[in-house]
């Protein structure tokens, strides 16, 4: 069974960049048929894509936030990260992890981890 | 405003069909993108709950049941029970987007 957790701060100041790390547990991100992604919904709000990484190092990024997202991979330590700069108020999210199997799915997702925009 | 629309909300009494409508365009749903289904509980993660339009997961109960036709989606709960009231968003691929979306969710409330 995948498992994926998140980590990170939770409080970040604004203007600063908002940096998630998610590991990897019962499964390999080194091999194809997955796209491992980051999701967040904003407080009491829907679901957002942020965009996502294949084990090639392709990424994908959501139009609206492509200029300040960076998602990257780290296989040796079955981890991939998420890198948003200079946030504002407005990027105070739960942010999930995710894995994306080729149809389109969610098949596995972390459990959420809040972060707060605040000064 | 999300691509993929959803009313915001939906209620039935127990034992009653719900439905649930997931509205797009001829970028997405009507492109011929397969549409999926999630429930989310209060503070937890969303899970899968419909996937390639009407297929269900493992362990998830024939009441639960999708189409698609056209540029829309359904999902249809039949047998509503108190545990089924919670978050459900419907996600498909979007080709002007060149990416995957999310409707923007309808809580389903038992009453």
């Known amino acids: 069974q995948v498992q994926l957790q998140e980590s990170g701060p939770g409080l970040v100041k604004p203007s600063q960049t908002l940096s998630l790390t998610c590991t990897v547990s019962g499964g390999s991100i080194s091999s194809g048929g997955y796209y491992w992604s980051w999701i967040r919904q904003h407080p009491g709000k829907g679901l957002e894509w942020i965009g996502y990484?294949?084990?090639?190092?392709?990424?994908y990024y959501n139009p609206s936030l492509r200029s300040r997202v960076t998602i990257s991979l780290d296989t040796s330590k079955i981890q991939f990260s998420l890198r948003l700069s200079s946030v504002t108020a407005a990027d105070t999210a739960i942010y999930y992890c995710a894995r994306v199997e080729g149809a389109g799915t969610v098949d596995f997702w972390g459990q959420g981890t809040l972060v707060t925009v605040s000064s | 405003q999300s691509v993929l629309t959803q009313p915001p909300s939906v209620s039935g009494a127990p034992g009653q069909r719900v439905t649930i409508s997931c509205t797009g365009s001829s970028s997405n749903i009507g492109a011929g993108y397969d549409v999926h289904w999630y429930r989310q509980l209060p503070g937890t993660a969303p899970k899968l709950l419909i996937y390639?339009?009407?297929n269900r997961p493992s362990g998830v109960p024939d009441r639960f049941s999708g189409s698609k036709s056209g540029t829309s989606a359904s999902l249809a709960i039949t047998g509503l029970q108190a545990e089924d009231e919670a978050d459900y968003y419907c996600q498909s691929y979007d080709i002007s987007l060149s990416g995957w979306v999310f409707g923007g969710g309808t809580k389903l409330t038992v009453l």
């Open positions: 990484i294949y084990f090639t190092g392709s990424t």
């Open positions: 390639g339009n009407s």
